[in-house]
């Protein structure tokens, strides 16, 4: 994908920042999930939201479902299933307490933002069915934070599957924006039983669509995708099941993109 063109009020933020007459506001560790389920021909579908046009970030692009970490996504109280904190610091070059952050987060907000629960009565089961009024009542809970996540798993005698996550990617905010995440992104597989909702919120719209779809669909200018998606979206591509996404060797470098000027006008660029 070119380098995304810059809005003119982004580009005048940029310009000062590159000046060094403004400083980059701190990036906040976040995490994001793409949601997997076999398509027709078994080929791969990837869960996509669409961000309401009023969003303060992101508006009307469209996104897999996640969030920043939230402050008691680190409590130790939260029950784990699968690689342990430590195990994820490695993976995702994070300390013990950022990894586990980050773990958290991904499973909190997928079930925020689609309803898909990524945790089981124990270390070898997996909610089925997340569509009762009860489970909506919990959702709601955690989105306004009157329920944490620890709570949340406790009170239904639930365990996070950890195992359930590939860790893909690692992306920063360019330090021209004026909101700025780092972010790691993962993969998971939709658990057998468990459908998504348009349970509504930050998004107006969402689809189900297989990645090259949602890459020829952004080339026409139907959607909106932030240099994150399209990559990732780019590489899920190639993968001719679910199988061979999960299969996939990974290797999480981090890559933040950067404003660059051609031609007079600001773009942001990804090292490829």
Do not use: N
């Amino acid at each position: 994908m070119p380098g995304m063109l810059l809005p003119a009020e982004l580009a005048a933020r940029a310009r000062e920042v590159m000046a060094g007459r403004l400083q980059p506001v701190p990036a906040r560790d976040a995490a994001t999930v793409v949601l997997l389920r076999p398509g027709p021909g078994g080929r791969p579908q990837v869960y996509l939201l669409r961000r309401k046009a009023t969003m303060a970030f992101a508006a009307g692009a469209y996104v897999f479902p996640g969030g920043s970490v939230d402050a008691r996504d680190t409590d130790q109280a939260v029950a784990w299933a699968g690689p342990s904190p430590a195990e994820w610091a490695e993976v995702l070059h994070a300390d013990e307490a950022v990894a586990r952050g980050l773990v958290c987060a991904a499973v909190r907000e997928t079930f925020e933002e689609s309803g898909v629960l990524l945790a089981g009565p124990g270390p070898d089961s997996v909610v089925d069915d997340t569509t009762g009024d009860d489970w909506e009542a919990d959702r709601l809970a955690l989105i306004d934070r009157s329920l944490s996540f620890a709570e949340f798993l406790s009170r239904r005698g639930l365990v996070l599957r950890t195992d359930l996550l590939k860790a893909w990617a690692h992306w920063i905010t360019p330090e021209v924006e004026a909101r700025r995440y780092d972010t790691r992104f993962f993969v998971a597989v939709l658990p057998e039983g468990q459908r998504t909702r348009d349970v509504g919120g930050e998004a107006d719209r969402v689809v189900w669509q297989r990645p090259a779809e949602a890459i020829d669909l952004a080339h026409r200018g139907e959607i909106f995708l932030m240099p994150p998606t399209y990559r990732t979206l780019s590489e899920l591509a190639g993968c001719a099941g679910v199988a061979e996404v999960l299969a996939t060797p990974r290797e999480i470098v981090t890559i933040m993109p950067r404003a660059v000027e051609v031609d007079g006008e600001l773009r942001l660029e990804v090292a490829s």
